[in-house]
């Protein structure tokens, strides 16, 4: 028995249409498909919630720098030292990073131990927090001063022997 192809194509274009029908009458297919419909839509949220908060916390964090530089520049003009501008960038950043740190350690620490309120360990967190970053601060100013002379005397050295030769 000879089929030309068009015929063939027909008939089994057919019988793809009749399983497919056929598969919407058994429930459990149904039911499988809902759930894994369902399943990919939740996922789908879930991803877009994670953007949305990671967008949302990156223009915090934006706005938040841009307030530290943009005010470390203002003291800078209006003190009329780099110096004092540098000064006021490294404590603001070393007093926001260590309480930030200290109020999540703190509040880790608590959890696990329940010694305070979450309330007073926040407290106690951003207290020990200002008190470590205003030191930590002064600390890294003091070496980033201590090394800008070493490193100025040390090329003004170099420079003046190339020009004294």
């Not at 089994?12 to 249409?17: C, D, E, G, P, V």
């Not at 996922?43 to 877009?48: K, N, P, R, T, Y």
């Not at 880790?108 to 926040?122: A, L, R």
Request: contains cysteine.
């Amino acid at each position: 028995m000879k089929m030309n192809v068009p015929a063939l194509i027909i008939s089994n274009f057919f019988r793809i249409k009749f399983y497919l029908i056929d598969s919407f009458r058994n429930d459990d297919d149904f039911l499988a498909v809902l759930l894994l419909m369902g399943a990919l839509v939740f996922l789908l949220a879930v991803i877009f919630g994670i953007v949305l908060i990671l967008i949302i916390l990156f223009i915090i964090v934006s706005f938040i720098g841009g307030g530290i530089i943009s005010a470390s520049v203002l003291v800078g003009l209006q003190q009329k030292s780099m110096s004092k501008g540098f000064k006021t960038f490294i404590l603001s950043l070393s007093i926001l990073g260590s309480t930030v740190l200290s109020v999540f350690a703190f509040w880790c620490i608590n959890s696990i131990k329940d010694w305070w309120n979450p309330e007073i360990s926040v407290i106690a967190g951003i207290i020990c927090g200002v008190f470590a970053g205003w030191l930590l601060g002064l600390f890294f100013f003091h070496a980033a001063s201590k090394m800008a002379e070493f490193l100025r005397n040390k090329y003004d050295e170099r420079i003046d022997s190339r020009f004294h030769q």
